[in-house]
Nanobody, 122 residues
Framework: QVQLVESGGGLVQAGDSLRLSCAAS????????MGWFRQAPGKEREFVAS????????YYADSLKGRFTISRDNAKNTMYLQMNSLKPEDTAVYYC???????????????WGQGTQVTVSS
């Protein structure tokens, strides 16, 4: 059974940084593409970033390029999202996702975590 557990969310001020983690189990982590989505109150879930099996450069939503960085550590079965220069509009629940195939954009992967809340105050 695939389990994805997010951590690292919280309440921060605008301009602060935060790093989210996603611990994965029940899958061969190095054979799954991983990614992050987010959902703000009253809005649909939106793609944030994704990364391929072996890591390397991630793929990002255009609006987030330069502020967010996705990475993974296959030895630890963990994925990360470093978020810098946070803005109030980044406030959302952030979800960890996994798929055997690389994904990006509006495609919804089959595996999701429960989410972690990120709140950015102005």
């Amino acid at each position: 059974q695939v389990q994805l557990v997010e951590s690292g969310g919280g309440l921060v001020q605008a301009g602060d940084s935060l790093r989210l983690s996603c611990a994965a189990s029940g899958l061969t982590f190095s054979r799954y593409a991983m990614g992050w989505f987010r959902q703000a109150p009253g809005k649909e879930r939106e793609f944030v970033a994704s990364i391929g099996w072996s890591g390397g450069n991630g793929y990002y939503a255009d609006s987030l390029k330069g502020r967010f960085t996705i990475s993974r550590d296959n030895a630890k079965n963990t994925m990360y999202l470093q978020m810098n220069s946070l803005k109030p509009e980044d406030t959302a629940v952030y979800y960890c996702t996994a798929d055997p195939q690389f994904f990006r954009g509006t495609y919804y992967p089959p595996y999701w975590g429960q989410g972690t809340q990120v709140t950015v105050s102005s």
